[in-house]
Structures are given as structure tokens and as C-alpha cells.
């Protein structure tokens, strides 16, 4: 059924149940011309009469008896859906499903998980982990978060974290039996844990930076995981060399388990992204969470 269809036969209602053209056309918010010509054209269009109609009052035929009862009911439900519509358009409920690495998680998505939830306690929030990058739209995602660097160009992308940086450990262990690296070509001659991406299927390639000089450095070493976390702990394990952020790490380097290596070839760089396809259909539960972390990062700092 067309549009102009459903319009007709509402404009039918509104008079058949007011029996006035005047009333329905002030109720419809249209003239009284319009109106006429309107419901002669749904009879032109049906075939029969709906109204009897003198210089008095105006009655539904028959037909029109019969048409209406069918429709009442109908443009009730209409009515009561669209309104339930434009309750619901503001109220964050549902599900919020999200695509993050372990530490795009722990960075962004936890630390406001704790308000969001007493926020709006008829969201529900599904995070799934995960170091390839999914397709947003075919997998039902309505975010995920990536470092910035890893962004399609068509995605919409919110700075969500802060500056991250990378930074190369070892355990005094290990150190007491090599020799420290003293730049990052010295790497090719130690044993280092690398990290496997998933998306590309290949050994990440260790990046560094010094005085406009940037280096992409392929390692070989006894150890290869796709979780950062394992790497790390391979690392305090005495195990090899790590390349891993810089904030996780330092509670180890704090206490002594691990020590920082070639600190001044590794500068910061922007951190995580929280990315979704259009700005146009973002729904009032990502809406809500985007608030959270747009007012989390524009705080002062400490």
C-alpha cells in the first residue's frame, strides 16, 4: 500500500468519525477543499461511495461503515506504534555491541563502564575482543576501537584515549646474560618476542623514531603470541625482548621485574579511537556513550 493510500484512507476516518468536513479538516490541518477532493478521489479510486453527504451532515454509506470499522482499529495501532516511537527515540535502551583490543578495553571502555551502567540501567553493553578488524555494518557492530593509525577512511573516528607510546623491555635476568641493545639494528642479535597480527596474518614489524630517523625493524626470535599480555609476560619471564605500551609496562619497570630499553627511539603517539560508520544513524545508546567519553577527555588533567 502506497503512502498517498494510507493518507486517503485516514483522511476517510477523520470524517466518517467526526461527520464533519469542517471538524476532520482542522483536525487533519488541511482545507476543506482539499479534504473534499481528497475522499473523491479514494471513492474515484475504490469504485463506491463512503459518504452520504447534504447540505446538513455528512454519513458514512454501507461501504464506508464497513471500511471504517476495518480502519479504526488499524490507525489506532499505527498511532499507538508511532507514539511508543517518539517515547523510545531518547530513551537509551537496547544493546551497545563494540569491537575493542584487550587494551583499547581497558583504556577506554572501563573506565566509564561503572557510570554508563548506573546511567542507564536498560542498556545492555556486549564487548567483544578482538585484534582483527571486523566489518561494522555485516557483523551488527556499533563501534569498535582501534588505534588511529589502523582506521579505514570511511569510518568516523572520536580521540578517546590518551597519547600512548611504546617503549622495549627486558628482565635484569635476561640482561645479566646479554648484552643491552644500544640501538634498534643491536635488536637483530637478541632473542624477542614478537606479536602476530591477526588481520594481515604477519609479524608485526617494531617501529621507532629518533631525530626525524624512523625505522621499521623485522625480528626473529623464539616466541610469537597474538595477545600483548602474554608478550609481556614472556618478557618478566626472562624469556626475551618485548615491544609493548609503555603504560603497561611500567608497574613492572616500577618494581624492578623489567627494564626500559631504548627509551629515547620510541615517541608518543596518538592513542585509541572509538569509530563507527555514519554520523547520521548513530543510535541513542552509542549517542549516550559517546557523551561519557567525550566529557572523560575533556576533563582537566589532575
Given amino acids: 500500500m502506497s503512502r498517498g493510500v494510507l493518507d486517503d484512507l485516514a483522511a476517510f476516518a477523520a470524517v466518517a468519525r467526526t461527520r464533519s468536513f469542517s471538524r476532520a479538516a482542522a ?12 475522499i473523491k478521489r479514494l471513492e474515484s479510486r475504490l469504485g463506491y461511495p463512503l459518504l452520504r453527504r447534504t447540505s446538513r451532515s455528512v454519513a458514512p ?12 482499529p488499524a490507525l489506532d495501532a499505527i498511532d499507538s506504534a508511532l507514539g511508543e516511537l517518539s517515547q523510545n527515540r531518547d530513551r537509551v535502551s537496547g544493546t551497545l555491541r563494540i569491537t575493542a583490543t584487550r587494551q583499547g578495553y581497558k583504556a577506554v571502555i572501563r573506565p566509564v563502564l561503572t557510570d554508563f551502567c548506573a546511567t542507564y540501567p536498560e542498556a545492555t553493553v556486549e564487548v567483544i575482543i ?80 629518533k631525530d626525524g630517523r624512523e625505522l621499521k625493524v623485522e625480528l ?11 608478550m609481556l609476560q614472556a618478557a ?6 618485548a615491544y609493548v605500551l609503555e603504560h603497561e609496562a611500567t608497574p613492572h619497570i616500577t618494581a624492578g621485574r623489567l627494564v626500559r630499553l631504548l627509551e629515547d627511539w620510541t615517541p608518543p603517539f596518538p592513542g585509541f579511537f572509538l569509530y563507527y560508520p555514519s554520523r547520521k ?21 589532575a
Fill in 27 to 38: 483536525e487533519l490541518n488541511v482545507s476543506n477543499s482539499m479534504l473534499s477532493y481528497t
Fill in 61 to 72: 454509506t454501507s461501504e464506508g461503515e464497513m471500511l471504517l470499522l476495518a480502519l479504526e
Fill in 130 to 209: 578482538d585484534y582483527a578488524f571486523r566489518d561494522l555494518v555485516s557483523e551488527r557492530f556499533d563501534a569498535g576501537i582501534r588505534l588511529g593509525e589502523k582506521l579505514q577512511q570511511d569510518m568516523v573516528a572520536l580521540p578517546v584515549g590518551p597519547t600512548l607510546r611504546m617503549t622495549v623491555v627486558a628482565s635484569p635476568e635476561y640482561l645479566s646474560r646479554h648484552r643491552a641493545p644500544g640501538t634498534p639494528e643491536d635488536l637483530q642479535h637478541h632473542r624477542c618476542i614478537n606479536y602476530r597480527m591477526e588481520t594481515a596474518g604477519n609479524i608485526y614489524a617494531w617501529e621507532f623514531e
Fill in 220 to 230: 626473529s626470535g623464539p616466541l610469537t603470541f597474538n595477545e600483548p599480555d602474554l
Fill in 236 to 241: 618478566i619471564d626472562g624469556l626475551g625482548i
Fill in 281 to 301: 544513524q548513530v543510535s541513542p545508546v552509542l549517542a549516550a556513550l559517546l557523551t561519557l567519553l567525550r566529557a572523560r577527555r575533556d576533563e582537566p588533567a
